[in-house]
């Protein structure tokens, strides 16, 4: 019981202070969202890849307000992989359904470099070419407002292409990094905005750190946040807190602000690690159908070699003490 205590307190310090450090107001953005983005960091930040020491393949699914017809769902595919003389790669395929009438699937391939900056941490650039379909399906609405201009009752779709950034620094311990995506703001290309002055991506900024504190030889604890921007759009604030039990089990509790509480599981089997979570929704959405489930599954073929660690999940750091002898 006390190191129960001992955890929750250390959680909720790890909480407060980012919460402080963060602020800000929820707005929905273009973007996809996941709630546990740090166990799949690649999808908020291309520069993740090949941070691992490995080969890092992982599959999210999430669906939303179940129950609705119609509901918003997202399911991504990902590999990552690190590459001699600190190069690495990413490959993403996404499809993320927001609401049955609007449609994008997308792919996004990243190349990353990694710079040692002492003996135990580093900084991560990463690039990524992103190619988006959208798709709008407007022949299945009821409107509020017949004869609405905006709203020509086909299907209308488009490809385009946009791009990218990111930048990680981490340690065995902890990561921060600073992803900016549609930097180039390319146009969906739907008819329905033929300018196409605001039918665009619109750069997204997003902050993610996250700290592992080992309380004793049982127990870790690893807060962890998301900060969300558009250059139109207030903060969106994520937190989340994960206590580990024996670096194998863990259970987590996150709050996104004006949005819901997230509950969350998972373990880790040799090199496969599943986590599930679960989102109560406190908005107008959450009154009538809280419930929104997320369930990822991640493996990694560790890379074992000169110079580098066998560690599995969590092992980004190269063992430069290694000595190696003919």
Known sequence: ?????????????????????????????????????????FLVNPAFAGTELGTFASLSHREQWVGFHGAP????????SSLPNRF??????????????????????????????????AVAFGLG????????????????????LAILGNVESNFSFDSRFGLMVFGEFYQFGLAVSNLLQTPFGLESEPTNSRNRGVRHYAFTGRYDYTVDGDWTVQPAVMLRFTEITPIQLDLHARAFYQGQYWAGLGFRQGDAFVLSAGAIFQDIQVGYAYDAGTGRVGNLSPNTHEITVSYI??????????????????????IIRN
């Open 1 to 41: 019981m006390r190191h129960m205590i001992h955890i929750i307190q250390r959680a909720a310090q790890g909480a407060v202070l980012i919460s402080i450090l963060a602020g800000g107001a929820l707005q929905a953005q273009q973007l996809s969202r996941q709630s546990q983005f740090v166990q799949n960091p």
């Open 73 to 80: 769902s997202t399911s991504s595919v990902t590999v990552t």
């Open 88 to 121: 690495g790669f990413g490959i993403a395929v996404e499809r993320d359904d927001q609401g049955g009438a609007y449609r994008r699937t997308g792919f996004e391939l990243a190349g990353t470099y990694t710079i040692d900056l002492n003996n135990q941490d």
């Open 129 to 148: 070419l992103m190619g988006r379909n959208t798709r709008f399906d407007g022949s299945d609405l009821e409107l509020w407002q017949p004869g609405d």
């Open 301 to 322: 073929l560790p890379r074992r070699g000169a110079g580098f660690s066998s560690r599995g999940f969590g092992g980004r750091i190269l063992d430069r003490n290694l």
